[in-house]
Structures are given as structure tokens and as C-alpha cells.
């Protein structure tokens, strides 16, 4: 596989942080959320960053390629949008669904607000390859995808996540943003060995990697981005750097800021750490887990078909079938394989799901519902699915709606403002049983037409107040029953 230009080490750029990340020393590169910018008018410190040759790179958050849907196509042309804007070598998005339900599965359309953690499955992989192969044929440059953090395991797994990841990559060509963080937040709360995950990834696919903060609570390992890089972390960016000199290492920082002095001081650790731990002879391999050696490509390539051959019977994979880009106009197949009649499935695979031309319908309408059960559950208070963990998916409806009741509160500063202390609270009541529809935005909106049509709050001046921001808001449409509710509401006030 073609490695990407050397990336060095870089930052996550956010608004808040945005004078202090310009002055940071040896800096080489910055993400930015690819959803939080507009490719015609993009931010002055990130246009002043690009000027100095500081590479940006956009980092999508809403794709789902995890779900059982198909991409969107106009989320995938707003991306390749943002790439080309940005001069980016590369785009990342993340191996998780974020929305479920749906003409699929016919049931209510679900957001998350959030990156849910695919089952790693054998239908959950055949969707998200195709899904992928997508998206590859939509961008102008290549994707690399991110394995995410979870509190949640889903029952009836059939694959270690290094196991998926690297037949992921055999099958087709993706790269690999391999966030150390989220190692250790599945080592937590689910048990992993990120030691045994790192043997298993081809690590010769892996474009970049990620390091951030958290912290435990109760037994739960929370990826908040909102604390100091610890030491196990660091401890798994060493283990990795053993094995391979990543392109890139980047520090995600998205809340609670500290000052200047101390993001400079962390940046300056991962690149003591990466010092410290030059890659090193092979391990030896443990039993039952294939060793991948850092530079041979046919033995980076045996955790996809070795451990394959231990989870599932099926066909002997083609010889070098290796990964590739995947994202050449005109190049459907990844690099290295070809459609022809000597090409045959990866190991595992259904024979109903060719790898180079999608997955069986049927592996997307059990994907699609098993993921709207569960989401609906988590956003909803419908009855939670069979096998899950009760404890835990408490947990993830409590963690769902605080990112969402912060996040309203970000979009929206008037409703805190208007609120006061109430607007948590009374946030987190609406939550229980009202998912979110489109978005934070409008969420917001929701939350307001909520607490209107209840002639919430009390207080008839911030009731009245709330009134006028829905109004300047709300986009025009034909009135619906909640609408209906407000304008009598309205009414009532002004006849007071």
C-alpha cells in the first residue's frame, strides 16, 4: 500500500482554540470537524494555517458507514466539497452507524447524535464494505476510517475488532485511523486486549493516529476529550509505534480547554513517546494470534485471512489481494484484485455478497433492524433489545443525552441564557422519549416547541422570550399540530 505524505504531528483545530493552536510550536498539520466548516467560507486562522503549509485535513462525523443504509450522496459530495476546499491529501470518517430506522426496516427515521458501535458481525461487515467501496468511488482523495470508542457491546459478536478492521482492509483497500484512545476505552469497558488488537491490524493500512483524554467514573472508562492524555494511553502509542512509524499522530481536544502552555506540553509527550519506542523486532506470535512484521506486506496481510479462517469456514483468499487505495476514478476494485472469474469472496463471506458488488439485501434488512431496536432503546425508552447489557445501556442513554443537551446548549447559547439552571434539567426530561430528527439544530427547536406547547417555563418573560427566538428560527412550512399548540400559546401570552 502507497503510504500518505508524512503528516507529522498535529491537532484537532477547534473555534475555541483556534488563536492558540497558530502559535503552537512545530506544528505540521491540524483536523477539523469536516461537518463545522463551509468550503466558501472557511475560517480565517484555518486559511492563515494553510498559507504556512500547514496541512488540514476534514474529519467526517456524520457519514454512518456502519449503518445498514446505503451513504448519502449528498452528505458524501458535501465531504469530497470540504476535502478539495481544504487541499486535503486524505478525508477520515469513523466505522460506526449514527442513524437507524428508516424505509429499510419500516420504522421511525433515528439520529444518535452520536457514533454507536457496529456489531461486528459477518452481515455488519459485508454492509459496511460496500458501504465503504461507496464512498471511495464518491471522494476526490483517499479515506481512512476510525475505529471508535464504546460503552456498549453488542451480543452474538463473531470477530475481535482487529479481526474486522483488518479484513475490513483486505476487502477493500481503506485505510486505517487507529485512535489509541478508544483502545484503551474498549480495553475498559469491554474487556480488549489492545495489545492482541494491534497484532491483529495490517498496521502497514493505518494513515494516522489519534490520542486524547478521559477519564473513569464508576467502573467506566468515558472518552470525553475533555481531559489530559493518560499514561495508558501513551503506553498503547508506544506498543504501536513498536510496530510501525505512523504518518501521523494528532491530539483531539474538544472541551474544557486548557491553556496554551499545556497543549504545547502534550503535543510535546506524544512526540517523546513516538521517540522512545522505535519499532522493534517482530513479536513473537501468541497463540491463536497472528504476528503481523512491520514492512512485509504479504505477512501484513495474514490477519485478514488467518484469523478469518479460525472465525468462519469459506474459500481460501485470492494470493495479494492486498489492501490498496480504492479511491482512483475508474479503479472500482481495490488495488491488487480484479472482477474477473478468478476472484473469489474473502474468507467467510455469504455467497450471496460478492465483495465487489455489495451485500446481500437480506444482511441489510437484519442489520437495519437490529440497529433500530438498539437505537431505539438508547433515544427513545423503548424496551431494550435481547442480550445487551442493562447496566450498561443505562449508562449510554445517560451519556447520549448529556452530549446532547451540551450540544443544543452550544448551538443554541440563548437557551441556557434564557433557562437559567432549568435548562438542563428540563433538557434532559425531554430527551427521555423524544430522539433527535434532524440534527442539533434542529433539536433545538424541538426542545423549544416542547416546552411552549407545555406553557413552559413558568416565568411568563422567558416563556415569551423563548417565543420570539423560535420565531426568528423556525424555518417556514405548513403548520403541524406542535406548531398549532405554540400559536395559541402566543396568543394566550399576548392576551395577558
Not at 489492545?194 to 467502573?219: K, Q, S, T, W
Not at 427513545?380 to 433489545?385: K, Q, S
Request: net charge negative.
Amino acid at each position: 500500500m502507497k503510504q500518505p505524505d508524512r503528516l507529522g504531528t498535529g491537532i484537532g483545530w477547534r473555534p475555541e482554540i483556534a488563536a492558540a493552536v497558530e502559535r503552537l510550536p512545530g506544528l505540521d498539520w491540524v483536523e477539523v470537524v469536516a461537518e463545522n466548516v463551509c468550503p466558501g467560507h472557511l475560517p480565517d486562522s484555518l486559511g492563515r494555517l494553510r498559507e504556512r503549509g500547514v496541512t488540514v485535513v476534514p474529519h467526517g462525523v456524520s457519514l454512518g458507514l456502519g449503518g445498514a443504509e446505503r451513504p448519502d450522496a449528498r452528505r458524501l459530495a458535501d465531504l469530497a466539497a470540504r476535502a478539495e476546499a481544504l487541499g486535503a491529501p486524505l478525508v477520515t470518517e469513523h466505522i460506526a452507524f449514527v442513524r437507524a430506522g428508516g424505509a429499510l426496516t419500516a420504522s421511525p427515521r433515528l439520529e444518535a447524535g452520536h457514533l454507536l458501535p457496529v456489531p461486528r458481525t459477518r452481515d455488519a461487515l459485508d454492509v459496511l464494505c460496500e458501504n465503504v467501496r461507496i464512498a471511495q468511488d464518491s471522494l476526490p482523495v483517499p479515506l481512512a476510517l476510525e475505529n471508535i470508542a464504546a460503552l456498549i457491546s453488542w451480543p452474538g459478536e463473531e470477530m475481535t475488532e482487529g479481526r474486522f478492521l483488518a479484513e475490513l482492509v483486505e476487502r477493500t483497500g481503506v485505510r486505517l485511523l487507529i485512535d489509541v484512545a478508544n483502545l484503551h476505552t474498549n480495553h475498559v469497558n469491554r474487556g480488549e486486549d489492545p495489545v492482541r488488537a494491534l497484532d491483529e491490524l495490517p498496521v502497514e493500512a493505518i494513515a494516522y493516529v489519534h490520542v486524547a483524554g478521559g477519564l473513569e467514573r464508576d467502573g467506566v472508562w468515558h472518552d470525553t476529550h475533555a481531559h489530559p492524555v493518560p499514561r495508558p494511553v501513551l503506553d498503547i502509542l508506544a506498543e504501536l509505534r513498536s510496530r510501525i512509524d505512523p504518518a501521523g499522530v494528532l491530539l483531539e481536544r474538544d472541551d474544557d480547554f486548557p491553556p496554551e502552555e499545556e497543549l504545547a506540553a502534550e503535543l510535546e509527550t506524544i512526540r517523546a513517546t513516538l521517540a522512545a519506542s522505535p519499532p522493534r523486532a517482530p513479536r513473537t506470535q501468541v497463540q491463536g494470534t497472528p504476528a503481523t512484521r512491520t514492512g512485509d506486506a504479504d505477512a501484513a496481510r495474514e490477519p485478514a485471512s488467518r484469523t478469518a479462517a479460525t472465525t468462519a469456514p469459506g474459500p481460501t483468499p485470492v494470493p495479494g489481494t492486498g489492501p490498496g487505495t480504492g479511491t482512483d476514478a475508474g479503479t472500482d476494485p481495490p488495488t491488487g484484485t480484479s472482477r474477473d472469474a478468478g476472484a473469489r469472496p474473502s474468507p467467510g463471506t455469504d455467497a450471496g455478497a460478492d465483495p465487489f458488488t455489495g451485500a446481500d439485501p437480506a444482511a441489510r434488512e437484519r442489520l437495519g433492524l437490529a440497529q433500530a431496536a438498539l437505537l431505539s432503546a438508547l433515544v427513545a425508552g423503548t424496551p431494550a433489545p435481547e442480550g445487551f447489557d442493562a447496566r450498561r445501556l443505562r449508562v449510554q442513554i445517560r451519556a447520549l443525552a448529556a452530549k446532547r443537551a451540551d450540544v443544543v446548549a452550544k448551538v443554541a447559547p440563548e437557551l441556557p441564557e434564557i433557562l437559567g439552571a432549568g435548562y438542563r434539567p428540563a433538557y434532559l426530561d425531554y430527551a427521555k422519549s423524544r430522539p433527535m430528527r434532524d440534527g442539533y439544530r434542529r433539536d433545538a427547536l424541538d426542545f423549544v416547541e416542547h416546552l411552549l406547547v407545555a406553557a413552559r417555563p413558568e416565568d411568563p418573560v422567558a416563556r415569551r422570550r423563548l417565543t420570539h427566538w423560535w420565531q426568528d428560527r423556525a424555518a417556514p412550512r405548513p403548520p403541524r399540530r406542535a406548531v398549532r399548540f405554540v400559536r395559541a400559546a402566543r396568543a394566550a401570552l399576548v392576551r395577558r
